[in-house]
Structures are given as structure tokens and as C-alpha cells.
């Protein structure tokens, strides 16, 4: 695994991260490594995320430390949980493009995690609201399968609860029109509706039948299209480019 020149850290950064993390157990906590002066210094950093599985730095906080010095590190811990990366953990690091420190509490091990060029397989991902999941996955597809880049779009946790209408408000700023009531073809888009007032799923169209989609709690998949999820397709939309 290669490592960029000069980033090594020291083991009293991760003194700091790791009390940093025992303070914020059982949640995630989540910080930077910046390079102050020539010196590294750990800042603790908010975590915006609701709930304990995961991590959402705050965007003033990492703004802050880049007034500081600069950001060489993305620090965070998995409470009573190894530090070997996630799935999600080895897609935002590419996302990033800056190593990872994962922390353990209250144990103590710890790990870094470098970008490498890991991309998340489109078919057997688990599940990471807002960095794998049903958007993500059409975004990932796309690029790897037609050789197109989607926008992304910040979406909170369960965004379709809180008067978010994700994928009927944004599908034309990506590139789709609608072409629901037409034949189903290869890469089309179908929004679905489950449990929600408004689309807040999404899959993209194989061929053949088969949809592949990413539902919460499971891994992503090829699926039979006809049938629940047929009934359950409020939008079909197709990128422009495949018009």
C-alpha cells in the first residue's frame, strides 16, 4: 500500500486521538492531524452524524484547521470495535485522498489506512447511509459502467422523514429526464417508494429483468425487477446521454 511522502504518525497523536475517543464513546469520535509550523497537532473535531455507527466531520471544523496549518490526516474511532477499516472507511479515504487514523476504544489498537485507488464493488457493499447506499451505488455504477460522473447531493439521514424530496427534485440537475410509461432499457433509473411519502429508493435498470439496488441494512444486489419492486416504481428516468 503506498503512503504519501513525509506522513507518518506519531505515537502522541495517537495519545490525543485515542483520549479524545474514550471522551466521546460510545459515539464516534472524529478529528484531523494538522501540520502546524512544521509540528503535527491533533484537533478535535465535532461529529455531526446522528447516532453512534458512524461519523460526519463538521465542515467549519476541518475549514478551521485549514486556517491553521494544513490537514495531513482524517482521524476517527470505531468504540468497542476493531480499527480495521470499513468498507465505507476505505471509500471516503478515496474520497478524502488523505490518510486514515482509526482508533479503538477502549482497547487501545489503532490503524492507518492509505488512498490506495479501492473502489467498493458495485455488487455485495454493505450498507453506510450518505457514502454506500442506493445513491451512491447509481453514482458508482454510472461511473464504471457508462463512463458518466454524477453529481452528488448531501442527503441526511432518513432525509424522506424530514420533508426531503432527494431524488424528484435533483434527477434533471443530473442529467435525467423522465421517460416513465416507456420500454425499460439498460442503465434507466427507477425510483421507488418504501415506507415514505415521497421516492426515497432508487435502482438501476440491467436488462433482462433485473434491477441492481442497495436497500438499508443489506448488501447491494441484482434482483428480479417484476413484481414488489415493479409495483413499488413511482419514476423511470434516463440520462440524456442514452436518450
Known sequence: MSRPVGVEIPTPIVAAAQGHARAESPRESCGLVVRVAGALTYRPCRN????????????????????????????????????????ADRVMCERWGLPWLIVNVPVGHWQVLYPSGYRAPLVGRPFSHGVLDCFSLI??????????????????????????NLYLEGYERAGFVDVTGQ??????????????????????????DVVLHHLQA?????????????????????????C
Open 48 to 87: 455531526l452524524a446522528e447516532g453512534h455507527a458512524h461519523f460526519h466531520l463538521a465542515p467549519e471544523d476541518f475549514a478551521r484547521a485549514e486556517t491553521e496549518g494544513e490537514v495531513v490526516a482524517v482521524v476517527h474511532s470505531h468504540p468497542n470495535a476493531s480499527p480495521e477499516p470499513s468498507e
Open 218 to 242: 443489506s448488501l447491494s444486489r441484482r434482483e428480479t425487477y417484476s413484481g414488489f419492486w415493479e409495483r413499488i416504481t413511482r419514476r423511470v428516468v434516463r440520462h440524456r446521454s442514452l
Open 139 to 164: 453514482r458508482d455504477y454510472f461511473a464504471e459502467v457508462v463512463g458518466l460522473a454524477l453529481p452528488d447531493f448531501e442527503r441526511p439521514d432518513d432525509w424522506w422523514l424530514k420533508g426531503g
Open 183 to 208: 420500454a425499460l432499457r439498460e442503465h434507466d433509473v427507477l425510483l421507488m417508494q418504501l415506507r415514505a411519502q415521497v421516492p426515497n429508493h432508487a435502482g438501476v435498470y440491467l436488462g433482462a
